[in-house]
T-cell receptor
């Protein structure tokens, strides 16, 4: 079975500091997609960053970057220069390629950025 | 309107009521999804529609009835719900790129309370 595990239910970080959220997944597929989604309090879930498994280079979007370790099946999210607006639930998700239209989500990590 | 919209945003209903949730996507996507998000639980996929055809029913009770009249609209008809069905119901859509689906785009959700 394909599963996604986020081992940190809650985390906090001081404004302007860096924080890393962990995610591991389990699959027998060789090519797939990984995503980090952000869900601010009472607001819409939005995509933060995505990684295609066949690309060795780690994806980066402004202050957000990932550390993708394919052999270890690890996909952590690093947020640099944390801002108050980064306070949200963060979900790691996995989509096996090959025609599947489903995403498998982790349970989420609640991140609080403190002033 | 752009993106994925959902109406109503909030709904309170009794166990004997019949109501419907509506989702509309303005992105030209081919796949649409219903998710249930409860507190302290991972996102639960309920239904998947691909080109208006239902491709997934994740063992959802029959008191939830989906309808997808076209690729842009998705409904979730509710009847004789239970209090434990109270949750945030999220709609999402996804494009078809090549032979596999990529990220999903989410609506703001309908906060449902069953009394």
């Amino acid at each position: 079975a394909q599963t996604v595990t986020q081992s940190q239910p809650e985390m906090s970080v001081q404004e302007a500091e860096t924080v890393t959220l962990s995610c591991t997944y389990d699959t027998s597929e060789s090519n797939y997609y990984l995503f980090w989604y952000k869900q601010p309090p009472s607001r819409q879930m939005i995509l933060v960053i995505r990684q295609e498994a066949y690309k060795q280079q780690n994806a980066t979007e402004n202050r957000f970057s990932v550390n993708f370790q394919k052999a270890a099946k690890s996909f952590s999210l690093k947020i640099s220069d944390s801002q108050l607006g980064d306070t949200a639930m963060y979900f790691c998700a996995f989509n096996p390629s090959g025609g599947s239209e489903k995403l498998v989500f982790g349970k989420g990590t609640k991140l609080t950025v403190n002033p | 309107e752009t993106g994925v919209t959902q109406t109503p945003r909030h709904l309170v209903m009794g166990m004997t009521n019949k109501k419907s949730l509506k989702c509309e996507q303005h992105l030209g996507h081919n796949a649409m999804y219903w998710y249930k998000q409860s507190a302290k639980k991972p996102l639960e996929l309920m239904f998947v529609y691909n080109f208006k055809e239902q491709t997934e029913n994740n063992s959802v009770p029959s008191r939830f009835s989906p309808e997808c009249p076209n690729s842009s609209h998705l409904f979730l008809h509710l009847h004789t719900l239970q209090p434990e069905d109270s949750a945030l119901y999220l709609c999402a859509s996804s494009p078809l790129r090549g032979s596999s689906y990529n990220e999903q785009f989410f609506g703001p959700g309908t906060r449902l309370t069953v009394l």
